[in-house]
């Protein structure tokens, strides 16, 4: 049982360039969302997910655009990066039959806008 | 707007004792639920507590126990018999509503350092 993956890992993009964070969720979650952790700082929800087909802004979504592919899916895209989205990305998804409440991140992903 | 407030950017304890880490909240929502999460240096984060608003009894969760003062809007972390693995940052978070992918916002953090 993987749980919550996220690709790539590490990631080093110039300023200007897109780029698309990956997540994928099997735990038949309904709702997913992304995260960005500055230094020092707690997480920020920049979008989420209630449930497939859905999508909503959360704190932080300036700069950042998503998918919510199928329910296992939900992408991140960066369409023109800054040195502002210098940050670690995370994923998580709630909503299973066993807890419904938290919420399982994914490993993170570590992005540098150079 | 919602609001979460950890005031302790650090905290020292003796492994065996007991310590709190205070979170505050402030929302409009009668509706809402406040977690606890661990991250230790690897960087994962760990789910640890769950409360929800409407709850009666203070969630409890092996050595973890979360006392929640609804009047004053209170939800703090309590560890009790520190483990030198329990050194990590320590968020609180909550979400507004009770069910489902509702909005979620997190703290600034604690660091707490467990002593030998």
């Known amino acids: 049982n993987a749980g919550v993956t996220q690709t790539p890992k590490f990631q080093v993009l110039k300023t200007g360039q897109s780029m698309t964070l990956q997540c994928a969720q099997d735990m038949n979650h309904n709702s997913m969302y992304w995260y960005r952790q500055d230094p020092g700082m707690g997480l920020r929800l920049i979008y989420y997910s209630a449930s497939e087909g859905t999508t909503d802004k959360g704190e932080v979504p300036n700069g950042y655009n998503v998918s919510r592919l199928n329910k296992r899916e939900f992408s991140l895209r960066l369409e023109s990066a800054a040195p502002s989205q210098t940050s670690v990305y995370f994923c998580?998804?709630?909503?299973?039959?066993?807890?419904?409440?938290?919420?399982?991140f994914g490993p993170g992903t570590r992005l540098t806008v150079t | 707007a919602q609001k979460i407030t950890q005031t302790q950017p650090g905290m020292f304890v003796q492994e065996k004792e007991a310590v709190t880490l205070d979170c505050t909240y402030d929302t409009s929502d009668p509706s809402y639920g406040l977690f606890w999460y661990k991250q230790p240096s690897s960087g994962e984060m760990i789910f640890l507590i769950y409360q929800g608003s409407y709850d009666q009894q203070n969630a409890t969760e092996g050595r973890y126990s979360l006392n929640f003062q609804k009047a004053r809007k209170s939800a703090n972390l309590v560890i009790s018999a520190s483990q030198l693995g329990d050194s990590a940052m320590y968020f609180c978070?909550?979400?507004?509503?009770?069910?489902?992918?509702?909005?979620?916002?997190f703290g600034a953090g604690t660091r707490l350092f467990v002593k030998a």
């Open positions: 998580a998804s709630s909503g299973g039959q066993l807890s419904e409440h938290e919420q399982y």
């Open positions: 978070a909550m979400r507004e509503g009770h069910t489902g992918g509702f909005k979620t916002i």
